[in-house]
């Protein structure tokens, strides 16, 4: 097998694996269930993954990577750091937003996948990596004066815990999915963070 044909082999895997978990709410995935949706055999399915475990953590480090790419390239194309930091903000909270992005969100963090052996090391690789990229925007306004008391490190703790906190409150059953709701919660983030970091905008 070629390598491309090996590669798209195992995207076929992870995409039949993620349609199986909207389908169920989350939860009931099956190895067998994956492969028919794939239309690949068993044989396949352990060429790439060793257990249903290696599956689901593949596709949470899929999803999880192509979130961080999208909000990196977002805060990259602003022209300043505090709209890098908006960028980030506003594309994070963006995901809670409208049925299709509220189910990307509620399958990365369904019960069948917490459950999984290595997703706490998983998540928290994914935490570190949003840690950096806001702590990076922070001290880029900190060097050219736009968020003149940033504190990159603790004020990206302070960020990110503000953000976490806002996106659990946005996926809860009974919010309103719509993107003015995900548009006030961002900007009420960003007040509170340009508030702090003493943002000098245009």
């Known amino acids: 097998m070629s390598v491309t044909a090996d590669t798209g082999e195992r995207s076929r895997i992870i995409e039949a694996a993620h349609r199986c978990l909207v389908d169920t709410g989350g939860g009931g995935l099956s ?9 690949l055999s068993t044989r396949a399915f352990y060429r ?49 937003a409208g049925s299709q992005r509220r189910r990307r969100v509620l399958v ?14 998983e998540r928290a690789r994914m935490s ?7 702590a990076a925007i922070l001290e880029r306004g900190r060097a050219d004066g736009s968020l003149p008391w ?20 946005r996926m809860a059953p009974d ?13 009420q983030v960003t007040d509170f963070a340009f508030r702090a970091l003493g943002a000098t905008t245009a």
């Open 31 to 39: 190895v067998t269930g994956v492969l028919a949706a794939a239309g």
């Open 48 to 96: 790439h993954f060793d257990s249903k475990d290696a599956l689901l953590l593949a596709m949470f480090r899929r999803d999880s990577d192509r979130v961080h790419a999208e909000l990196t390239a977002a805060a990259d194309a602003a022209p300043t750091p505090p709209e890098a930091l908006r960028a980030w903000i506003f594309g994070l909270l963006s995901l809670t």
């Open 108 to 121: 990365m963090s369904c019960g069948e996948l917490m459950g999984t052996a290595g997703y706490t090391a």
């Open 128 to 134: 570190a990596a949003h840690h950096a990229a806001v």
């Open 150 to 169: 940033a504190d990159p490190d603790a004020d990206a703790r302070t960020i990110t815990a503000a953000l976490s906190a806002a996106f659990q409150e």
């Open 175 to 187: 919010a309103a999915q719509d993107d003015a709701g995900a548009t006030r919660a961002a900007e």
